[in-house]
C-alpha cells in the first residue's frame, strides 16, 4: 500500500554495568524533564527577560510563513536560555573567559537519584545563604535533602534531581516574578558537593535567589568558585552543570534511575536542554 509504514519495534532493554553491577535500562521509557519551550503560547518566566519569540523571515518579496503565502515556513527564534524554559549551564556562567556548556556537558547515562522535597521558610529553617534570605523565601535546604536521601542505593550517583513540592503542571507556565521560588540553601549546596554530585537538575528557575545582590553564592558553591572571583582557572569543579527550569511529574517515582542530558550543537554557557530520566532495573 502506497505510504504505508512499517511498524517499528519497540526498543529492547539494554543491559550496563554500573559499579561492577549489571542493570536493565528500558530505552523505550524515558521520562521527559524538558518544558517545551512553547513560542506562541503560556511559557515559564523570570528575572524580567522577555517571553520567547518566534517570527517568520522576512526577506525582500519572501515571507517565512506559509498561512502568509510563503511558499515555506522560516522563523526567526529568539529566546533567553535562562530565563525562559528548561536549560543547562555551565561554570562558564559566573566567569569572565566564555566557557560553552557543550564542552561538559557528558555524552550518554548518568547514574542518577530524583528526590522531592518541600522547601521551607527561612526564617524557621535554621540555614541560609548569602546574602542572607528573608524571613519568608522558601529554601531547599540540607535538612530536608538529607532526610529524602536514601539510605541504600544500588550505585553512587553523579547526578541528582530535585523535585519540590507543592508540584504541578502549572509550573510549565508560571511567572515567578509573581510567584517566585525556592531556592538552595548554602548548606545544601555544599551537600550535593560533599556526596560527589555533579548535574544537578531543578524544577525552579535558578539556585540562587533572584535578587542576590549578584553574589549566586549557592551556583559558587557547587562550582567550586570562590566568591568575587570571576577567572575560569579559578573553578575547582568545571565539569559540573546545573539544570534549571524543569520539570518532574509527580507519576515519576523518587528513587535511582540513568539521566541524559541533551543539549543542541549550540555556543553558550546556558542552552535549552532536555534532560531524560530512565527507568533502571537491577540485574
Known sequence: MPGARTPTAAPQPAILTIG?????????RAHDLAITQNFDGAQPRWFGA???RSTPLVSGAFTGRVGSGGSCNCSTLSLTPHCDGTHTESAGHLTAERFDV???VPVGFLPALLLTVTPAPAASSGEGSRPPPAAADLLITRAA???AWPAALPYAPCALVIRTRPNSPAKRRRDYELEPAAFLSLPAAALLVERGIEHLVLDVPSADRASDQGLLAAHREFFGLPAGETALAAVQRP?????????????????AYLLSLQIP???????????LLYPVRAQ
Open 20 to 28: 561492577g553491577r549489571s542493570f536493565s535500562v528500558d530505552l523505550g
Open 50 to 52: 522577555p517571553p520567547s
Open 102 to 104: 557543550h564542552q561538559v
Open 145 to 147: 535533602l538529607s532526610q
Open 239 to 255: 565539569q559540573c552543570t546545573i539544570t534549571e527550569l524543569a520539570y518532574v511529574d509527580d507519576a515519576v517515582p523518587d528513587g
Open 265 to 275: 550543537a549550540l555556543g553558550g554557557d546556558a542552552v535549552p536542554s532536555r534532560p
